[in-house]
């Protein structure tokens, strides 16, 4: 198995429980394949640098994965059929996906003075 990474840009006109369809939809198309999910992150909607089949905005989906080369195949034809995507790209990760350090709490120690 690789691990991949797969951008996809949803129709900005797609809000609410039709986005989460969406994202749900090819979410399940990746475990249906048996691929392994490792992180789906949702940055929101954002400008585009240049105007996508007349959109000039778009939701972006950021999803990590690990899969069988095949996987990525049948994945791509569906985000190509689906016209709620207006752009996707998928990139192999060479050196596998790590997740970001978790920030740290500080937990601040009183000392018996200070209790008093």
Known sequence: MRTYETIFIVNPQIVGD???????KFKGVLTDQDAE?????????????????????????????NAENVVIKEFERRMRLDDAIIKFQTLILENGFKAPAEPEEVVEETSEEDAE
């Open 18 to 24: 039709e986005y989460t369809a969406v994202v749900d």
């Open 37 to 65: 999910i490792l992180k789906v992150d949702e940055w929101g909607t954002k400008r585009l640098a240049y105007p996508v089949k007349k959109h000039e905005q778009g939701t972006y989906v950021l999803v990590n994965f």
